[in-house]
């Protein structure tokens, strides 16, 4: 009898659930409603996160990565099109992070309220034959906009931009910030790690190593020749042969255009960005959490703390995170003649990609 009144209360609370007195479309299974009731109760410890752009190629599995994270306790998946099926399918994962879906602009500020860490790989992708810079026409509208509902609904929150140019979409979104009033530099971070990742496989590649043991710090900004690997600070210490600093040079600089012609036309990186993403988004997590030593490039305003590491505003360097964001850039080292060379040729395309970001929102 007891056990009987038991089930009709939770039947109650779940049906409560799944017509929620708020406007906005919250897609969750029932095991997840009625876990996110006790969750109410007992409180669980963990960061909010949302994702934009969460039903893309990238979106997807990196919603279900997330999903995965311990760190996490609520995961918003927010996009313009098709985010109450993916919310629905990965609320089913038995893990500890509730999941919500928000569905349209209409939905964009619920999305974003309250959340610790916001991701964005909302937008389009390369076909071959195209540069990321040739996306921007698109983007850059996407980017501001999404970015006008941080500023509005979660200033203070870690923002991890994905969406391409990033040397481009980060500038972007400090303009919106700045517009705003709320722009902190230290919480701004364009998204490198998918350089750092394919430089860790190939240099292991190279010296027959895991990749899980080799380090690779790739400085300057996200496209083409402004992708810069410094191979003369691999870790652990190692040479190469002039062959094969250019091998690695090339097929680093070149590794996302080798996706995308692979892909044919379906797309650019999506799976490998979604691990790097993750990654990256945990190490942001980890630093928010207060744990030390959390080190891993990111292309971040040089005012992020007071350390110019070239006279460029914005610029991809290994950075310390922790509970504020970006604690600490880093100066990038001694470089090899070769590393000079590739350094300038960076600078100069970073500087052009950066004003056009700037000047989109001044416009
Ligand atoms: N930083 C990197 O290293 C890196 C790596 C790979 C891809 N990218 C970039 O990430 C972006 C996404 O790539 P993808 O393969 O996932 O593309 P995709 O087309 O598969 O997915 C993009 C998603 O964004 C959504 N979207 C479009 N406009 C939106 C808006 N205004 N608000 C919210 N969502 C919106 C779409 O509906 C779609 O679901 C591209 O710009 C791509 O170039 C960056
Ligand atoms: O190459 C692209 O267009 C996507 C991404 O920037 C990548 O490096 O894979």
Redesign the pocket.
């Known amino acids: 009898m007891q056990q009987g009144s038991d089930i009709h209360q939770r039947i109650a609370r779940i049906s409560a659930h799944l017509n929620p007195p708020t406007n906005h479309l919250q897609v969750e299974g029932s095991c997840n409603i009625w876990r996110a009731d006790c969750r109410a109760k007992g409180g669980s410890p963990g960061f909010k996160v949302a994702i ?2 969460a ?5 997807q599995p990196l919603a279900m990565l997330m999903k995965m994270n311990p760190l996490v306790s609520v995961l918003h998946l ?5 985010s109450p099926g993916v919310t629905s399918d990965i609320s089913h994962m038995d893990t500890g992070a509730v999941v919500r879906g928000f569905l349209g602009q209409q939905q964009l500020e619920d999305a974003l309220t309250g959340m610790d860490l916001v991701i964005i ?6 076909k071959p034959g195209m540069t ?1 810079d040739d ?1 921007f026409n698109i ?1 850059a509208g ?1 980017v501001k ?2 970015c006008e509902g941080i500023a509005k609904c979660c200033p203070n929150a870690i923002v991890n931009v ?3 140019p ?1 040397n481009s979409t980060v500038p972007i979104a400090a303009e919106v910030f700045k517009k705003a009033g709320t722009f902190d530099p230290k919480r701004l971070l364009g ?2 790690m ?1 350089d750092v990742v394919r430089a860790n496989t190939f240099v292991a590649e190279v010296l027959g190593l895991d990749p899980r043991e080799v380090n690779v710090p790739v400085v300057g900004g ?1 496209a083409g020749v402004t992708i810069l690997p410094l191979l003369s600070q691999v870790k652990p210490p190692c040479s190469f042969t002039q062959e094969e600093i250019e091998y690695l040079t090339s097929r680093i600089q070149n590794g ?1 255009t080798e996706v995308v012609e692979a892909k044919a036309g379906a ?4 799976l490998s ?1 979604a691990y790097a993403a993750v990654k990256f988004a945990d190490a942001c997590l980890r630093g928010l959490r207060g744990d030390a030593g959390v080190v891993e490039c990111a292309f971040v305003s040089s005012q992020a703390r007071l350390l110019y590491v070239t006279e460029l505003p914005f610029f991809a360097s290994k950075v310390r995170l922790g509970r504020n964001g970006v604690e600490e850039i880093y100066a990038l080292g001694p470089l090899n003649s070769h590393e000079r060379v590739g350094l300038e040729k960076a600078k100069k395309e970073l500087a052009s990609s950066i004003e056009k970001g700037v000047s989109f929102v001044g416009k």
């Open positions: 934009l752009g039903a893309g190629g990238i979106g927010y996009d313009v099109v098709n790989p909302a937008g389009v992708p390369r990321r996306l983007n996407i906009t999404l994905i969406s391409n990033v998204v490198t998918l996200h996302g797309g650019s990186a999506t960005m």
